[in-house]
């Protein structure tokens, strides 16, 4: 028995007319007839009385009846479901994250849900590698990467923002006092800093900036994790390291304070990955969400270049914004 038979069964029973049954169906009438045929031998039993003038169901085409249409019924719930199920994976947009995002990814994520309707976000961790490698593949729609980006074929990097380090310093030691830290007063406190290749832009961003500030740091144990790290700067050997600052924002750490570093300031971007080409609906919404959680102000650009004391951009550097009626971000170039 299949279904199509009982459709077809269904169509006739309800117009009581082959003619019209295939026009409903759009089937020539003898393609009905012939189903319906083959239905009856596999029943044992006519379904339908049938003249020249009338059409009419018989004792075992009422007891078919109910249950062809219950069959049908389910049929299209099962349909419905898979749909459901298809059109909720289009609306989910797999996302790549950095470790450190802090409140910055609760702000993303707070935007996607306030402008994205049904969409949802799948996180997913790994290296930078490995993140820029599924973007290419399309197995992420797209993966926040922190550090200057050069242009790569197949792909965009969307400018987002720059994240200031702090200074985590013990909370006995004299600098914690000071609301700054100058980078050149940590000159002889070993630096607790991951090994280049875990976080090459992180750890040439620090190194770079204290060369600039005049020494090269001491260095010190190597960064573990979170927990380990301050927990020894704490309450162990002085020592310090850098958090991004929305995520020291959030981090518990008992015997440890984190405090700005000027001459230089150091300040990581962080770029929003995405393949070439117009993105669908659900990727436009993160795109815009990671735009308002970057804020109103205009965006530093590549070149890691501030906006000037009273928020403006300086000659030469681009601004950028999510385009709302368009696929990616708005750019001009400040003369």
Do not use: K
């Not at 989910?92 to 450190?100: K, Y």
């Not at 001459?263 to 993105?279: F, H, I, Q």
């Not at 530093?300 to 550097?317: E, K």
Request: aromatic fraction near 6%; charged fraction near 25%.
């Amino acid at each position: 028995m299949e279904l199509r038979q009982l459709r077809y069964f269904l169509t006739v029973a309800e117009e009581l007319h082959f003619g019209r049954a295939a026009e409903r169906l759009h089937i020539v009438q003898s393609a009905v007839s012939q189903q319906l045929r083959r239905l009856e031998r596999e029943l044992g039993a006519e379904l339908f009385t049938r003249t020249t003038r009338v059409v009419r169901l018989t004792e075992a085409g009422d007891r078919l009846l109910p249950y062809a249409r219950e069959m049908l019924a389910l049929q299209a719930r099962a349909r419905e479901a898979v749909d459901d199920l298809r059109a909720q994976g289009a609306a989910t947009v797999r996302l790549g994250t950095s470790t450190g995002l802090g409140a910055r990814l609760d702000a993303v994520l707070t935007a996607f849900g306030r402008g994205a309707g049904p969409a949802q976000v799948e996180l997913v961790t790994g290296s930078v590698e490995q993140r820029l490698a599924q973007v290419r593949t399309g197995d992420l729609d797209a993966a926040l990467l922190r550090g200057e980006r050069t242009p790569e074929p197949g792909l965009e990097f969307l400018p987002l923002w720059q994240d200031a380090l702090v200074a985590a310093l013990p909370a006995r030691h004299e600098l914690a006092a000071r609301e700054t830290v100058e980078l050149a007063r940590l000159a002889e406190l070993p630096l607790r800093l991951a090994p280049r290749s875990r976080n090459p832009a992180l750890h040439d961003l620090v190194t770079r900036s204290c060369r600039a500030a005049g020494f090269t740091p001491v260095p010190g144990p190597e960064f573990t994790n979170d927990q380990d790290t301050l927990a020894a700067i704490g309450h162990g050997r002085p020592s310090w390291t850098v958090f991004y600052a929305p995520y020291a924002n959030q981090l518990p750490a008992s015997g440890v304070v984190f405090r700005p570093l000027s001459g230089p300031s150091p300040t990581m971007p962080t770029y929003l990955a995405v393949r070439d080409g117009p993105p669908r609906a659900a990727l436009r919404a993160l795109i815009e969400a990671c735009h308002e959680a970057a804020g109103a102000a205009p965006v530093q650009d590549q070149a890691g270049r501030a906006p000037g004391a009273d928020g403006s951009l300086l000659p030469g550097q681009l601004a950028s914004w999510p385009d709302r009626d368009g696929p990616a971000v708005r750019q001009v170039r400040v003369t």
